[in-house]
């Protein structure tokens, strides 16, 4: 099993910056997600980096967001760049291993207009 501790988030004003991590306890050899969830809204899948470092991003982050991952670290990070009120969620980390799916337990980001 692994666990994930998502940190990083916090209020910043519309155009600012905040880097999420996702710290592992042990190695994860896997593709990583981060995913949000916005009050009443379902959880939506925001970036993706497989282990070779390839990424994916939804449409309404391409260009603003990054996904990174330091493997000797066992470290995933999300930086948020040009933040807008509409990013205002709970951002989880995620992977899936031969063991199971793993959640962090998400860490807030809000954006003030």
């Known amino acids: 099993q692994v666990q994930l501790v998502e940190s990083g988030g916090g209020l910043v004003q519309a155009g600012g910056s905040l880097r999420l991590s996702c710290a592992a306890s042990g190695s994860i050899y896997s593709t990583m997600r981060w995913y949000r969830q916005a009050p009443g809204k379902q959880r939506e899948l925001v970036a993706t980096v497989t282990t070779g470092g390839s990424t994916n991003y939804a449409d309404s982050v391409k260009g603003r967001f990054t996904i990174s991952r330091d493997n000797k670290k066992n470290t995933v990070y999300l930086q948020m760049n040009s933040l807008k009120p509409e990013d205002t969620a709970v951002y989880y980390c995620?992977?899936?291993?031969?063991?199971?799916?793993?959640w962090g337990q998400g860490t807030q980001v809000t954006v003030s207009s």
């Open positions: 995620n992977t899936y291993l031969l063991s199971g799916q793993y």
